[in-house]
């Protein structure tokens, strides 16, 4: 059994906080009524792609962590 190893829990686990609030914003729970709503949709689409660069990262990190060690 591998040891766990605390920055892949902790980079997976903010990827899908953050991908998780950018769908919110886009959907309009999370922000003010009196913002544009293009500015919330940039944003949401920002936070998105952003979540999901955090995951490739995190993923290919990991990957190569578990190359190093065979």
Do not use: H, W
């Amino acid at each position: 059994m591998k040891p766990v190893d605390v920055s892949k829990i902790f980079g997976y686990a903010i990827s899908g906080v953050v991908t998780i609030f950018g769908i919110l914003v886009l959907t309009g729970l999370v922000v003010n009524e009196g913002l544009p709503s293009k500015f919330r949709i940039t944003f949401g689409i920002v936070l998105v792609l952003f979540g999901i660069y955090r995951f490739a990262v995190t993923r290919i990190r990991a990957s190569q962590a578990e190359g190093m060690d065979q």
